[in-house]
């Protein structure tokens, strides 16, 4: 889905008017439209990914001024101000002093582990002086710190058997389970103080039936934290609490081979953050304030997470509008309040971007 929707993308890029587009090896799509001479360079984005498997209906549904489908707001309205904010400049004949980047980016749902960003601000990547990520719906949030996160996908294995006729063997689904419970005892403690922390095992899985020794059991956790120190310490507590969890299941087992232990990293979200007192968040504050819009900023989970963290301005904004049910099928979006969300997005812009008229 995400490469016809990228496909669709670059042609709407190109369509509206940039000076090159392309599709970077990761599959971000970028455009470029240049400014008058400054090295500034001054990103805005959002992401092409959803959080559907291939093959869902994303048909849109209309009941009278709500519109309904998956992924309707998350993030297909921040492509669509994206998209917005390209057609004004160029309706106006509005010329920026810095270039310009309009991106697609991929992987920022689920386990993609913000692949798009981490390519984008790679050693040797595109000059990036400042990004703006527009994600979801809403006009008044700021997101100028990154919530920093960990994902692991745990696997037991062992060499299984009848529940009966080969009792005593090791069994991966009890070393998961002792695992849980000593995280959970351990990790609580880091989560009471302090900068928050959250830990969560999100999916359990293994096993053929209700009368046998599973062969393999496996687990999917996610901890995030505020603060770098706090993630990298429940990080430990988390790793040593499954590896203590496999030892006494190995040291209990009656018969059989032990069992092994596979810990894959698949996520890792670097926290961070732009002071307030930043000009750039400055600018983004008084533009809303400009607007009669109360901004509230506050910590995300977002594409910014990667330049935040190597101390890049970026920040992620609402697109406008109105909605809600993120990540579920009966996602819905109204265009309540749509046009100031864009027209925040491209005020933000130009005050970075510096801006006169084409001649």
């Known amino acids: ?30 455009a470029l439209r240049r400014g008058t001479g400054s090295e500034e360079v001054v990103a805005v984005a959002g992401h092409l990914d959803t959080v559907f498997p291939e093959g869902t209906d994303v048909t849109v549904r209309q009941r009278g001024d709500t519109l309904f489908a998956p992924g309707i707001g998350d993030d297909t309205r921040g492509l669509t101000a994206v998209l917005a904010l390209l057609r004004v400049l160029n309706e106006a004949d509005l010329q920026t002093t810095a270039d310009l980047l309009f991106i697609g980016t991929v992987g920022e749902e689920g386990i993609g582990d913000l692949r798009g960003m ?7 990547g595109p000059k990036i002086d400042t990004f703006i990520s527009i994600d979801g719906t809403g006009h008044t949030g700021i997101t100028h710190q990154g919530l920093g996160s ?31 419970d000593y995280f959970d005892l351990a990790a609580d403690a880091i989560t009471q103080f302090g900068p928050r922390t959250s830990y969560n095992v999100g999916r359990i899985g293994g096993g053929t039936s209700v009368n046998s020794i599973p062969f393999e059991a496996w687990m999917e956790v996610d901890m995030r934290s505020e603060s770098p120190e706090n993630l990298q310490a429940i990080d430990e507590v988390f790793q040593r609490s499954v590896r203590r969890a496999v030892e006494e299941s190995n040291t ?7 069992l092994s232990l596979e810990m894959e990293l698949i996520g890792d979200r670097p926290s961070g953050e732009i002071s307030e007192s930043e000009p750039f968040i400055q600018q983004a504050i008084a533009v809303s304030r400009h607007l009669g819009i109360e901004p509230s900023l506050g910590r995300g989970s977002t594409d910014s997470n990667i330049p935040i963290s190597q101390g890049i301005p ?22 309540r309040d749509g046009a100031l969300g864009i027209q925040r997005a491209l005020l933000i812009l130009l005050a970075q971007a510096g801006t006169g008229v084409a001649s």
């Open 1 to 30: 889905m995400k490469g016809q929707r990228g496909e669709r993308f670059l042609e709407m890029l190109l369509d509206l008017g940039v000076d090159s587009a392309w599709t970077d090896t990761e599959g971000n799509v970028i």
């Open 314 to 335: 970026a920040i992620t904004i609402g697109g406008g509008g109105q909605g809600s049910g993120a990540h579920s099928p009966g996602e819905w979006f109204i265009n």
């Open 252 to 258: 209990q087992r009656r018969d059989g081979s032990e």
């Open 150 to 180: 960990h994902r692991y996908r745990v696997t037991v294995r062992g060499p299984g058997g009848h529940s009966w006729g080969a009792f005593g063997l090791p069994n991966p689904a009890h070393a998961l389970g002792r695992a849980i």
């Open 118 to 124: 981490k390519h984008l601000f790679r050693e040797g």
